[in-house]
């Protein structure tokens, strides 16, 4: 089935909160469409769709329920969003008028690579915008990231031979929160997550292609690449940001994954 859109017309607003205890507003009423999406954290939502109930599409996760990083909850013109926060959350929110029809409540993404790379591209426009040395309009970044949230979304649902599975899609989440933490490891992957480390290394392999182990060290190399060019942050302070607690074996790693030394990247990489 073929995708044919015309993309978002028009962005009413948008907030990328820093993590907080709680919302402002533990719920509202929107004329037009809003997205509401965890960065990271969690917390619980109700839409309610006062208009043409039962006639939308509805999430594959329901009108109510919890929402972590991959899910998008979005609520209709006229529908009433509950939300309240069950750990400390960072999140995207935008109003937005749209030809579209996404499904209603909440709906996991698959390619949470893709709406991480999005928010950080967001998150960069912001702060330049707010120091005064603006490169991107941020808030036509905020646009491009809910149309590229919505398009996802419905291609995704077309994927009829895609499975989804649910254990994977809560590891990488776990992952994206905690690759910072030099304890994060498979098996503490797998206590939180209540798997065996070997039921989660298959899991995630028959998805991913790559064990959680592998996946983990490309997000850390991933940040550690981000952080060589973009600040004159010293090896320690690159070394913790990314999970590991000394320069010295962080070198040793960066190395492995790149064929390059911190030092030789960062040089290399400077115009």
Do not use: N
């Given at each position: 089935?073929?995708?044919?859109?015309?993309?978002?017309?028009?962005?009413?607003?948008?907030?990328?909160?820093?993590?907080?205890?709680?919302?402002?507003?533990?719920?509202?009423?929107?004329?037009?469409?809003?997205?509401?999406?965890?960065?990271?954290?969690?917390?619980?939502?109700?839409?309610?769709?006062?208009?043409?109930?039962?006639?939308?599409?509805?999430?594959?996760?329901?009108?109510?329920?919890?929402?972590?990083?991959?899910?998008?909850?979005?609520?209709?013109?006229?529908?009433?969003?509950?939300?309240?926060?069950?750990?400390?959350?960072?999140?995207?929110?935008?109003?937005?008028?749209?030809?579209?029809?996404?499904?209603?409540?909440?709906?996991?993404?698959?390619?949470?690579?893709r709406l991480c790379a999005d928010l950080a591209l967001l998150e960069s426009a912001q702060s330049a915008s707010d120091e005064g040395r603006q490169r991107l309009d941020a808030e036509m970044v905020a646009a491009h990231v809910v149309?590229?949230?919505?398009?996802?979304?419905?291609?995704?649902?077309?994927?009829?031979?895609?499975?989804?599975?649910?254990?994977?899609?809560?590891?990488?989440?776990?992952?994206?929160?905690?690759?910072?933490?030099?304890?994060?490891?498979?098996?503490?992957?797998?206590?939180?997550?209540?798997?065996?480390s070997s039921l989660l290394s298959r899991r995630f392999r028959d998805v991913r292609g790559v064990t959680p182990v592998q996946y983990l060290r490309g997000v850390r190399l991933r940040k550690a690449r981000e952080l060589l060019t973009?600040?004159?942050?010293?090896?320690?302070?690159?070394?913790?940001?990314?999970?590991?607690?000394?320069?010295?074996?962080?070198?040793?790693?960066?190395?492995?994954?790149?064929?390059?030394?911190?030092?030789?990247?960062?040089?290399?990489?400077?115009?």
């Amino acid at each position: 089935m073929a995708i044919l859109v015309e993309i978002m017309h028009f962005l009413d607003g948008y907030l990328l909160a820093p993590r907080r205890p709680q919302f402002s507003l533990g719920s509202d009423t929107y004329e037009g469409w809003c997205m509401l999406l965890p960065r990271s954290g969690t917390f619980s939502y109700e839409v309610e769709d006062v208009v043409a109930r039962g006639t939308r599409a509805v999430g594959a996760a329901g009108l109510r329920g919890e929402a972590c990083f991959g899910d998008v909850v979005i609520s209709p013109p006229g529908g009433t969003l509950r939300r309240q926060m069950k750990t400390p959350t960072s999140f995207f929110f935008a109003r937005f008028l749209t030809a579209l029809e996404p499904p209603i409540g909440c709906s996991r993404l698959r390619d949470v690579d893709r709406l991480c790379a999005d928010l950080a591209l967001l998150e960069s426009a912001q702060s330049a915008s707010d120091e005064g040395r603006q490169r991107l309009d941020a808030e036509m970044v905020a646009a491009h990231v809910v149309d590229d949230v919505l398009i996802t979304m419905l291609w995704e649902r077309t994927r009829e031979d895609v499975r989804e599975d649910v254990l994977v899609r809560r590891a990488v989440a776990a992952i994206l929160e905690s690759f910072t933490s030099p304890d994060l490891s498979l098996g503490e992957l797998a206590r939180t997550l209540g798997v065996s480390s070997s039921l989660l290394s298959r899991r995630f392999r028959d998805v991913r292609g790559v064990t959680p182990v592998q996946y983990l060290r490309g997000v850390r190399l991933r940040k550690a690449r981000e952080l060589l060019t973009g600040t004159d942050f010293t090896l320690q302070t690159i070394a913790e940001q990314c999970g590991y607690r000394s320069a010295f074996y962080f070198s040793r790693v960066f190395k492995a994954g790149t064929g390059q030394s911190p030092s030789e990247y960062r040089a290399g990489s400077r115009v």
